[in-house]
Each structure stands twice: as structure tokens, then as C-alpha cells.
């Protein structure tokens, strides 16, 4: 059974940059593509952008400019960079495995993110 | 189109039928994918594709499509079955991924 275990800081100052790390346990890293998700309190799902077993990697357009996904395929590992953070930034991040045709069948705990001064 | 649109609310009787809608002009295009989350929980898959439901889903939720529009359908609804549900599919261009804005099922 895959599991997918994150970590990362849970408050964090406007301008910071964050840095989420996601492993994935008991499954293969390969065949899938790893996507970093976030939800603002209150408010729906927000797709960020994701990394492929090929190494391709999409983004949000509208955060295309302030996010890096890089991956780890030795570490099964998927990492999310989240530049010149807002108050609009805080929300719940999750990381999910998706198969192609076939959504994203596991997920993350979360990881919640306050940005404040 | 960059948009899947649903309605905010929906309420059923418990054991009756229930209908949740997205639509967006990429469901033209692409089929939906369909999540459930309960407050404080991550998202959990329920239906993808055409029609189908990943194992432990129960046979009550079902999946349809039409034109640029997508329907969730819940028969039988169970007080369990009281969540947020998302739609979800690529958009038009396929470079990306889209969500609605979720319906908060409330069972009755």
C-alpha cells in the first residue's frame, strides 16, 4: 500500500520562499506523476504543477512564475518550491500520486502553511 | 476554457438519490475525475474515467458524461456520504489541470 509522507514549515514570513518535501512509501516512483495540490482555508483545490516519471513537469499558469517541482527518483522523492510568499499563499498543501486516466489515488497528509508577519 | 463550474450546495434525504454537476468546455474533451473530502481530511478519489470507481469505493457512487457536462450520482446516499465533492479534468489545451469549486453534500 502506497503511502505518501510530507514535511515541510508550518508558518512562514511574506517574501520567504517554502520548501515541501514529499516520499513515497511502499510504491513505485516510477509510471506515475507527482503533483503538488493546495487548498486555502474555507476554499477548493488548487492544482500547482507536477512532475512526471519522465521528468516533465507542468505548473499552474497563474504560479508559474514563483514554483519549482523537482523530484528524486533515488530518494522517491518530489520536492515543491513556492517563491516570495503572501498572505494569499497560506492554504493546506498536499502532494498526490496520479496515474494516468486514472486521477490521483493517493495523497498526503498535508501539510498547513500560515504565511504571516 | 479554464473553468469547471458546480453548484456550492446540495442536500438529499438519506436513501434517496442525489446528482452532483460539473460542467467547463474541456469535459468536451476530457473525462472528469471526482473527489470526495471530509473536513480535515485529503481528498479521496472516487470516480475516474468513463465510469469507474477505484477499490473500497461503493457501488452507489456512479459517473456520467454529456457534452461539457459531468455528473456525480450517489444512489442510496449514506449519512457517510456527507463531504465536499470536486470535479476535476484537464483543461481544454491539456496542459494543465482544473478544478470546480466543489459541492458541500449535506445528507438529510
Known amino acids: 500500500q502506497v503511502q505518501l509522507q510530507q514535511w515541510g514549515p508550518g508558518l512562514l514570513k511574506p517574501s520567504e520562499t517554502l520548501s515541501l518535501t514529499c516520499t513515497v512509501y511502499?510504491?513505485?516512483?516510477?509510471?506515475?506523476?507527482w503533483t503538488w495540490i493546495r487548498q486555502a482555508p474555507e476554499k477548493g483545490l488548487e492544482w500547482i504543477g507536477e512532475?512526471?516519471?519522465?521528468?516533465?513537469?507542468s505548473y499552474n499558469p497563474s504560479l508559474k512564475s514563483r514554483v519549482t517541482i523537482s523530484g528524486d527518483t533515488s530518494k522517491s522523492q518530489f520536492s515543491l518550491r513556492l517563491t516570495a510568499l503572501t498572505a494569499a499563499d497560506t492554504a493546506v498543501y498536499y502532494c498526490?500520486?496520479?496515474?494516468?486516466?486514472?486521477?490521483?489515488?493517493?495523497w498526503g497528509q498535508g501539510t498547513l502553511l500560515i504565511v504571516s508577519s | 476554457s479554464s473553468e469547471l463550474t458546480q453548484d456550492p450546495a446540495v442536500s438529499v434525504a438519506l436513501g434517496q438519490t442525489v446528482r452532483i454537476t460539473c460542467q467547463g468546455d474541456?469535459?468536451?474533451?476530457?473525462?472528469p475525475t471526482w473527489y470526495q473530502q471530509k473536513p480535515r481530511q485529503a481528498p479521496v478519489l472516487v470516480i475516474y474515467?468513463?465510469?469507474n470507481r477505484p477499490s473500497g469505493i461503493p457501488d452507489r457512487f456512479s459517473g456520467s458524461s454529456s457534452g461539457n457536462a459531468a455528473s456525480l450520482t450517489i444512489t442510496g446516499a449514506q449519512a457517510e456520504d456527507e463531504a465536499d465533492y470536486y470535479c476535476?479534468?484537464?483543461?481544454?489545451?491539456?496542459?494543465?489541470?482544473?478544478f470546480g469549486g466543489g459541492t458541500k453534500l449535506t445528507v438529510l
Open positions: 498526490a500520486r496520479g496515474h494516468y486516466g486514472s486521477g490521483w489515488d493517493a
Open positions: 476535476n479534468s484537464r483543461d481544454s489545451s491539456g496542459n494543465y489541470w482544473l
Open positions: 512532475i512526471a516519471h519522465s521528468g516533465d513537469i
Open positions: 511502499g510504491g513505485s516512483f516510477s509510471g506515475y506523476y
Open positions: 474515467g468513463e465510469n
Open positions: 474541456s469535459l468536451r474533451t476530457y473525462f
